[in-house]
């Protein structure tokens, strides 16, 4: 069973660095095809794509967040980290981690239930 | 890129109901929808246009052709009520992009 688990902050300050770790199991990310990516959904919005890692090392990023943004992975233990900095209020939302296994094209086939942030003073 | 659905559709238990999902020449990529209910993530509910994965029922269809790609619920039920986005890779840019979303209400 391929599961993922947010992990993180719930509570963060503005100007502040958030650390989001994405926990998964039932796959491996060393595996070719394999990427794990974060998304993000405000409050009552859309869901945004904010970057993605594949089983390989190749990073992409959200380019209007690109500068914020560093994403990594450590295949060993199964995770991938989302480093975001500079946080604003804006930048609160529920933050997932998803994985896209190329099964199903370049879709998201099995996602995290979502960590809240609040970036607030 | 940018992907543009309506914001909502209403539509009454049994009928059809229709999401579109509008892109410049959209039909040249592959579109996934996704199906998310309050408070919970996205579940995926269609992929490469019209593929469905294992679990979805077949009431749900999809299409893409020219500008706009569309997500096809009939005999929908009350359990269908949630939001749908669509979404592509835009390999131009190295993107994934969302679509705006589209609430679906069962009256």
């Known amino acids: 069973q391929v599961t993922l688990r947010e992990s993180g902050p719930a509570l963060v300050k503005p100007t502040q660095t958030l650390t989001l770790t994405c926990t998964f199991s039932?796959?491996?990310?060393?595996?070719?095809?394999?990427?794990v990516s974060w998304v993000r959904q405000p409050p009552g919005k859309a869901l945004e794509w904010l970057a993605v890692?594949?089983?390989?090392?190749?990073?992409f990023y959200n380019t209007s967040l690109r500068t914020r943004l560093t994403i990594s992975k450590d295949t060993s233990k199964n995770q991938v980290v989302l480093i975001m900095r500079n946080l604003d209020p804006v930048d609160t939302a529920t933050y997932y981690c998803?994985?896209?296994?190329?099964?199903?094209?370049?879709?998201?086939?099995?996602w995290g239930r979502g960590t809240m942030v609040t970036v607030s003073s | 890129y940018e992907l543009t659905q309506p914001p909502a559709v209403s539509v009454a238990p049994g009928r059809t109901a229709r999401i579109t999902c509008g892109g410049n020449?959209?039909?040249?990529?592959?579109v996934y929808w996704y199906q998310q209910k309050p408070g919970q993530a996205p579940v995926l509910v269609m992929y490469?246009?019209?593929d469905r994965p294992s679990g979805i029922p077949e009431r749900f269809s999809g299409s893409n052709s020219g500008n706009t790609a569309t997500l096809t619920i009939n005999r929908v039920e009350v359990g269908d009520e949630a939001d749908y986005y669509c979404?592509?890779?835009?390999?131009?840019?190295?993107?994934?992009?969302f679509g705006t979303g589209t609430k679906v209400t069962v009256l």
């Open positions: 998803a994985r896209k296994s190329g099964d199903e094209g370049d879709s998201f086939d099995v």
């Open positions: 039932g796959f491996s990310l060393a595996t070719y095809g394999m990427c």
């Open positions: 890692i594949d089983w390989d090392g190749d990073k």
């Open positions: 020449n959209i039909g040249d990529i592959r």
């Open positions: 490469h246009d019209s």
């Open positions: 979404q592509v890779w835009d390999s131009s840019s190295e993107h994934y992009v």
